[in-house]
């Protein structure tokens, strides 16, 4: 009786770990990429990092497999390396519905965009709205071949941005108040790293799933 005891607290102790960790993951491409799922584009892991190769066609973009966040905070490195734009995504419905907050290093500056699915195109080709194009950097100047850690804070409809933790913007907009996290290029070979989600509030817990591993390694997902 006693054995249950003990095996029955054990089981609840991983359960609330479970819980408490689902509110940060971090993502740091030291092996693969399987939590991602891509849309368009050449995804592959390369020396630890995460990269497209891809410079034409529609926006290349792949979401982690996870859970749909509210509030939260989402960060990542960035490293243009030929093109011009390359950001975070975050608030996706699907792969044509999302915010996306990008660096165009070609230009310095940064911008933020809605995308949404079009009605123009049969396949859904994604639409977009301007929510601001043209962010001047704030202390610093955007280059290619060097890293950038972009971040979103979104806490109701309150968008803040952040490069190399300097705040740049703070934006008002409703339109998508959860989903999923994710990064993204257009016309750009890019790559990615240490992505991290923070958060007190998601949508769903079960969607995670441990894929063999124990609870207490959810909050970081890096495959050994």
């Not at 989402?74 to 915010?99: D, L, M, P, S, T």
């Not at 202390?139 to 972009?150: I, R």
């Not at 703070?170 to 989903?179: E, H, L, Q, S």
Request: with cysteine.
């Amino acid at each position: 009786m006693k054995n249950l005891i003990y095996l029955f607290l054990i089981c609840i102790g991983f359960c609330f770990i479970a819980v408490a960790s689902a509110d940060e993951m971090t993502w740091t491409f030291d092996d693969n990429a399987d939590d991602w799922i891509p849309a368009n584009g050449d995804w592959e892991v390369q020396d630890g990092v995460y990269k497209q190769t891809l410079r034409w066609g529609k926006a290349q973009k792949t979401l982690a497999d996870t859970v749909e966040w509210t509030d939260h905070t989402i960060e990542a490195k960035v490293r243009v390396e030929a093109g011009h734009w390359a950001g975070i995504v975050f608030r996706a419905q699907n792969e044509f519905e999302y915010y996306v907050y990008l660096i165009c290093p070609k230009e310095n500056k940064s911008e933020l965009w809605r995308h949404r699915r079009s009605t123009a195109f049969k396949d859904g080709f994604e639409g977009r709205d301007e929510i601001e194009h043209d962010i001047e950097p704030v202390g610093l100047t955007l280059t290619k071949n060097e890293w950038f850690t972009l971040s979103a804070t979104v806490e109701g409809s309150r968008i803040a941005l952040a490069i190399n933790g300097i705040e740049q913007d703070v934006f008002i907009d409703d339109t998508y108040p959860r989903g999923k996290v994710g990064v993204w290029t257009w016309d750009t070979q890019a790559s990615f790293d240490d992505v991290r989600v923070n958060s007190t509030t998601t949508t769903s817990l079960t969607a995670v799933e441990p894929h063999g591993k124990l609870a207490t390694s959810w909050a970081t997902l890096k495959r050994k």
